[in-house]
């Protein structure tokens, strides 16, 4: 079963600000909770292209989690789109669009997810990962209201 998370957040920038922000991958640290103990694995620079492949570690119930995506589009300064190639997941496409609206930006994320796992990974989700997931893109809104509303 494919689970999918949807997000809105309209941001005070321009255009071009906000995707600079959002295309540069060392910035998902500061928008990530602590408690997941991201980090990034690749080194830096990492200069964002169709292609471009990125390792991450998470901390998921105590545990490191490995976790590796490629940037499958990379359509500047409108989208981007990072899909998982080995993670947690059996699925996991993340949509980030970018359009002018209101003096600032529409962010929009679009997560399409699927757990492994059957039927355990359904009652994971409904008990634990769904709002873990809620919990973490929260957080994000948070977080990238300060950053950008500091910014003006």
């Given at each position: 079963?494919?689970?999918?998370?949807?997000?809105?957040?309209w941001?005070?920038?321009s255009l071009?600000h906000?995707f600079?922000?959002?295309?540069?991958?060392?910035?998902?640290?500061?928008?990530?909770?602590?408690w997941?103990?991201f980090?990034?694995?690749?080194?830096?620079?990492?200069?964002?292209?169709?292609?471009?492949?990125?390792?991450?570690?998470?901390?998921?119930?105590?545990f490191p989690v490995r976790?590796h995506?490629?940037?499958t589009k990379?359509d500047?300064?409108?989208?981007?789109?990072?899909?998982?190639?080995k993670?947690?997941?059996?699925?996991?496409?993340?949509?980030?669009m970018?359009e002018?609206?209101?003096?600032?930006?529409?962010m929009?994320d679009r997560v399409?997810?699927k757990?492994?796992?059957?039927?355990?990974?359904?009652?994971?989700?409904m008990?634990?990962?769904g709002?873990?997931?809620?919990?973490i893109f929260?957080y994000?809104?948070?977080?990238?209201?300060?950053?950008?509303?500091?910014?003006?």
């Amino acid at each position: 079963m494919h689970y999918i998370l949807s997000r809105q957040q309209w941001i005070p920038a321009s255009l071009e600000h906000v995707f600079a922000f959002f295309e540069k991958p060392e910035n998902l640290a500061r928008i990530t909770p602590r408690w997941l103990k991201f980090q990034i694995t690749t080194p830096s620079p990492i200069h964002m292209a169709q292609g471009t492949e990125i390792e991450y570690t998470i901390a998921w119930l105590g545990f490191p989690v490995r976790w590796h995506t490629q940037i499958t589009k990379y359509d500047p300064p409108s989208c981007f789109i990072d899909e998982q190639i080995k993670g947690p997941y059996r699925t996991w496409i993340h949509v980030h669009m970018f359009e002018e609206k209101d003096d600032g930006v529409l962010m929009t994320d679009r997560v399409t997810y699927k757990l492994p796992f059957g039927p355990l990974g359904r009652l994971m989700h409904m008990s634990l990962i769904g709002k873990q997931l809620d919990e973490i893109f929260n957080y994000r809104r948070n977080v990238i209201d300060k950053i950008f509303n500091e910014q003006k």
